[in-house]
Nanobody
Framework: QVQLVESGGGLVQAGDSLRLSCAASGRSFSSYAMGWFRQAPGKEREFVAIINWSGTSTRYADSLKGRFTISRDNAKNTVYLQMNRLKPEDTALYYC??????????????????WGQGTQVTVSS
């Protein structure tokens, strides 16, 4: 089992950047593929990005390619989401999640067994 804690959210203006972090504890971090998801008010939770256990493979939501970058540091048990050129529509609660199929890049919420509590990102226009 792994415990996840997100941080780095905040209130920013359109065009700004933010880097979210997700710190993991518990079972070996490198046993998991790590994903980021987000949920805007009144909307369903949606996939953002995912990275395999070694950091060598990634997958992104099509609409976010080129603006968001996922990375991980297994020595620090942390996964990151760098968000650039933020837009008001990026406003959401951002969650990190773990899938114990370490080399499988799934976009499905149900495939991720472990979740953090989320960090709020608000982008003003």
């Amino acid at each position: 089992q792994v415990q996840l804690v997100e941080s780095g959210g905040g209130l920013v203006q359109a065009g700004d950047s933010l880097r979210l972090s997700c710190a993991a504890s518990g079972r070996s971090f490198s046993s998991y593929a790590m994903g980021w998801f987000r949920q805007a008010p009144g909307k369903e939770r949606e996939f953002v990005a995912i990275i395999n256990w070694s950091g060598t493979s990634t997958r992104y939501a099509d609409s976010l390619k080129g603006r968001f970058t996922i990375s991980r540091d297994n020595a620090k048990n942390t996964v990151y989401l760098q968000m650039n050129r933020l837009k008001p529509e990026d406003t959401a609660l951002y969650y990190c999640a773990a899938d114990d199929r370490a080399n499988f890049l799934t976009t499905r919420i149900s495939d991720h067994a472990y979740w953090g509590q989320g960090t709020q990102v608000t982008v003003s226009s």
